[in-house]
């Protein structure tokens, strides 16, 4: 960062002098110009404004958004920092978990348009699963309407776990009007979040059928994985509230490898017709993540 005041001050030194003339008032209000421009030109054009942090005795969370692009748009991370010993959840957390949640202020005209998730852990605690991560996560987002310079505030939403889960809230404001140029660490920050979001389906790693049991009891879903990948660790996402992270694994006539989830109780009177279900499949070093879609 550039202290402009101790880059003008041969010059405020002079201006106070008792001779002050107009040239050199005529320079001052000349740097006074300058010195934004150069500050913008220093720190180039993304800019990154960030929220303060908020704390609870399981960590602390901030709101990280860049500069609005061309179409309104204007995207961010979501900070969240356990404490050592402490995890935070995935979009579907597992047996008692709280998935997390953010949400405009009331009255906002800018929406919370899409969040995504990097690849979780299965963390095990006794008899219960947990879908989550036990260090410091960044969940990119995106607003949509939120092209103005406004103050934008967002309510937070999600859980913090040690021995029992506590809900952890917050209403996080981020002003990019306040900000000067751009803070690279943030801007670094919210690239990096993105990159470790799983893709979706390539040729060589995709899902390439899938089909639910009549009775309900089982999941089975066939996939393409990458040479030589070890065997895969699939979560599915089902009805909100429910994620299937059990299963096995065979190989199929083809060479495909054959993963049947067992589904455990569904909600009452679920039907499988026009449901859309998430699979997220992490195959050594890569992952992949898509939709079921069921007819």
């Known amino acids: 960062m550039i202290d402009s005041s101790t880059a003008l001050h041969p010059l405020f030194r002079q201006a106070f002098r008792q001779d002050f003339r107009p040239a050199v008032r005529a320079r001052l209000t000349g740097l006074a110009v300058l010195v934004p421009l150069c500050l913008v030109a220093l720190t180039g054009t993304v800019q990154a404004a960030s929220s303060a942090w908020a704390t609870n005795e399981g960590g602390r969370m901030r709101l990280v958004l860049l500069a609005a692009k061309a179409d309104g748009t204007r995207e961010g991370v979501l900070l969240v920092e356990p404490k050592k010993g402490w995890i935070t959840y995935w979009k579907e957390p597992g047996d008692v978990g709280i998935p ?60 913090v776990c040690q021995n029992i889960c506590i809900p952890f809230q917050a209403d996080l404001t981020v002003d990019p009007a306040a900000e000067i140029g751009s803070d690279p660490d943030e801007t670094a920050l919210v690239e990096k979040a993105k990159r470790l979001v799983p893709p979706g389906p390539s040729e060589d790693f995709r899902v390439t059928a899938h089909a639910m049991q009549p009775d309900l009891k089982s999941l089975q879903v066939s996939l393409r994985l990458p040479a ?12 909100s509230g429910h994620v299937y992270v059990e299963g096995t694994a065979a190989t199929g006539p083809h060479g495909e490898t054959l993963y049947t989830v067992p589904i455990g109780k569904l909600p009452k009177g679920y039907t499988m017709a026009g449901k859309r279900w998430g699979i997220l499949v992490v195959a050594g070093e890569r992952a992949m993540e898509t939709t079921l879609a069921f007819e």
Request: glycine residues 10%.
């Open 100 to 159: 997390p949640s953010i949400t405009p202020a009331a009255g906002s005209d800018y929406t919370v348009a899409d969040v995504d998730f990097p690849v979780p852990k299965l963390l095990s605690t006794g008899d219960m699963q947990d879908v989550g991560y036990d260090h410091s996560v960044a969940l990119p987002l995106v607003l949509a309407n939120a092209g103005s310079d406004r103050p934008f505030k967002l309510s937070a939403f999600v859980g």
């Open 228 to 239: 030589g990948a070890p065997a895969p660790q699939v979560f599915v996402s089902g009805p």
